[in-house]
Every structure is written in structure tokens, then in C-alpha cells.
């Protein structure tokens, strides 16, 4: 897709997340963007499409941006937080909505974002818990497959409007939860000590 696709794919995005999905119709959303309906389907055919390119779309820019916190030289622990800082701020402004919309209204693009971000979470999750054993921040006991893909059920949790209503809980204080639920559970002493002074000096998640 070309620059102008994809600078409709991230306005649409933010027009979904304020306003919801099911509520905004293909000329809603034309409207929104200022511009017509032909310019728009010029690069989607329906809404259901479109839906499943912002999807695509953000999934690789989210991606591109954790890669680059993985990429910086951190030890495990300043890592993860790294990361969480960046999902939480990705998830800032999210329509309540939203997660009920495109599980109800487009599940086929909703399951297709989920199996792809499960992929790169266990990933990102089985290289850290790695670097955290060589640096001596997390313990050398871990079953490293087994609490990447415990990570993996958390985070899905999340998304779970019923069991987290999004009028009692905010998803990203939940993201700030499940990191500190998941480093206290895999930390070393050293690693605890560690995290408690990062979390002492930074106050995000005292």
C-alpha cells in the first residue's frame, strides 16, 4: 500500500478507537477523513477489509516499535518495562467497544491479529526470560516455554470484556499489573531488588 493508503489505515485507526467500529459507517468514516468515499475504496473494498488492513497495518507498526526497544542495549527487567510502557501507550484512548466490535463484527481479522501477536509475544517473552537468566535478574529454574505461554493467557485476558468491564478497569493500569505480577514471579533475589528500586524511582507502577 502506498503512503497515502497507509496515512488513511492510520486516521480510520484513530477514528475507530475514539468513536468505536459498528457505529461508524464507510461514509462515517470518508466524512471523518475528509475525504470521498471513492478515494477510500480505492484501497478497500468493504468495511470488512478495512478493518482488516488497520489491523495488519498497526500489528506491523506495533511490532517495528517493540522491535526497537528490543534492539537497545537493556537488561531484562529495564526491557520489559521498556515494552510495557510502549504497548501501554498504544493502548491509551481505546474505545471500550472496541474489543466486543471486532470480536462480534469482524472475527476473522480479529483471530488473525490475535494468533500473530500470541507468535510474537511468546517470542519476545522467551528471549527475555533468556536474557534475565544470563544477567541473573530471573531465576535459572524457569520453564520458559510454559510461563511464555501463561504470558500469552494474560495478556489475552485483557481483551476480555467481561471478566475486565472496561467502565471498572483500565487496560493500562491491566498492563501494568500483569508486569509486575510476571517479574515478581520470575525474578531473582537480585532481580527483585532491582525491580523494586526501578519501581521506587519511577513511581509508574508503585
Given at each position: 500500500m502506498d503512503e497515502k493508503g497507509k496515512q488513511i489505515l492510520d486516521q480510520t485507526a484513530k477514528v475507530f478507537w475514539r468513536f468505536g467500529i459498528k457505529s461508524l459507517t464507510m461514509d462515517d468514516v470518508a466524512t471523518k477523513l475528509g475525504i470521498s468515499k471513492k478515494t477510500l475504496y480505492q484501497y478497500v473494498s468493504d468495511k470488512n477489509d478495512l478493518v482488516d488492513k488497520i489491523l495488519k497495518h498497526l500489528s506491523h507498526c506495533y511490532k517495528c516499535d517493540i522491535d526497537l526497544v528490543r534492539a537497545k542495549q537493556q537488561n531484562a527487567i529495564d526491557e520489559l518495562y521498556a515494552i510495557t510502557t510502549t504497548v501501554s501507550g498504544q493502548m491509551a484512548g481505546i474505545h471500550p467497544s472496541i474489543?466486543?466490535?471486532?470480536?462480534?463484527?469482524?472475527?476473522?481479522?480479529?483471530?488473525?491479529?490475535?494468533?500473530?501477536?500470541?507468535?510474537e509475544i511468546f517470542e519476545c517473552m522467551t528471549e527475555n526470560m533468556k536474557k534475565g537468566i544470563k544477567d541473573g535478574l530471573y531465576r535459572e529454574d524457569l520453564n520458559i516455554?510454559?510461563?511464555?505461554?501463561?504470558?500469552i493467557a494474560r495478556f489475552d485476558m485483557v481483551f476480555d470484556g467481561e471478566l475486565f468491564p472496561p467502565d471498572k478497569f483500565s487496560?493500562?493500569?491491566?498492563?501494568?499489573e500483569i508486569f509486575r505480577y510476571h517479574v515478581r514471579g520470575i525474578a531473582s533475589k537480585k532481580g527483585l531488588d532491582y525491580l523494586e528500586k526501578k519501581m521506587n524511582k519511577d513511581r509508574v507502577i508503585a
Open positions: 474489543h466486543f466490535d471486532l470480536e462480534k463484527y469482524h472475527p476473522e481479522a480479529f483471530n488473525n491479529m490475535l494468533k500473530g501477536k500470541r507468535r516455554p510454559m510461563i511464555a505461554t501463561i504470558y487496560m493500562q493500569d491491566l498492563h501494568w
